[in-house]
């Protein structure tokens, strides 16, 4: 079985500084990893993902995240905070399977605070 | 294009009655899912369509639920007798390939 432990489940930063978004996982083997934004009273956007290749990958709004498969981690990361990213962020993990299935096992939320 | 859409946005029904959730996937996503967001249990999985088949009904929480879908596209997520802790966000999800892209969900309230 998969699992996704997201550290923090309220973290608050000044705007301009660094946004880290801590998850971990467990899994028997590497799976899917994806990062989700929920604004409010809104569903999921896709931030990024990570499937094969760079374990460096890059989404949207100036977010990316780095694939350690011996720490089990994929931290979601911003160089320099801005209002607009105060949401909640999700992590999640899916099964790599090729014919489809890959439900998605999700953290449970780190709601990012932007101050001023 | 458009995304996923789901209907009704919001619905307040009674204990007991029956309800219905919809939801109409991107064009040419044979992948569907369903999944429920409740403030005790986070987001949890449903049920997954592949085509108008359902191969993983595991997260069905009870007999109460059933979803189908119909010609690849919308799906139909019914939940009978509703309960109380039925109250939830049921967000649909479509996708291609790894990718799931949401719509913005259905709040379900059970008075």
């Known amino acids: 079985a998969q699992s996704v432990t997201q550290l923090g489940s309220h973290v608050s930063v000044s705007e301009g500084a660094l946004v880290l978004l801590r998850c971990n996982y467990s899994?028997?083997?590497?799976?899917?990893l994806f990062w989700y934004v929920q604004y409010p009273n809104q569903g999921l956007q896709l931030l990024l993902k990570?499937?094969?290749?760079?374990?460096l990958v890059k989404g949207i709004n100036g977010f990316e995240a780095e694939f350690k498969k011996s720490e089990t981690s994929f931290h979601l990361t911003k160089p320099s905070a801005h209002m607009s990213d105060a949401a909640e962020y999700f992590c999640?993990?899916?099964?790599?399977?090729?014919?489809?299935?890959?439900?998605?096992?999700f953290g449970t939320g780190t709601q990012l605070k932007v101050e001023l | 294009g458009a995304g996923v859409s789901q209907s009704p946005s919001n619905k307040v029904t009674e204990k007991g009655k029956d309800v219905e959730l919809r939801c109409d996937p991107i064009?040419?996503?044979?992948?569907l899912y369903w999944y429920r967001q409740s403030l005790g249990q986070g987001l949890e999985f449903l049920i997954y369509?592949?085509?108008?088949?359902?191969?993983?009904k595991s997260g069905l929480p009870s007999d109460r639920f059933s979803a189908e879908r119909t010609g690849g596209s919308v799906s139909t997520l019914t939940i009978q007798r509703t309960q109380q802790e039925d109250s939830a966000v049921y967000l649909c999800?479509?996708?291609?390939?790894?990718?799931?892209?949401f719509g913005p969900g259905t709040r379900l309230t059970v008075l």
């Open positions: 064009s040419g996503h044979t992948a």
């Open positions: 899994s028997s083997v590497p799976p899917y």
């Open positions: 990570y499937t094969t290749g760079a374990t």
């Open positions: 369509f592949q085509g108008n088949s359902a191969p993983d």
């Open positions: 999640a993990v899916s099964p790599i399977l090729t014919g489809g299935g890959n439900k998605l096992t």
């Open positions: 999800a479509s996708s291609s390939g790894s990718s799931q892209y």
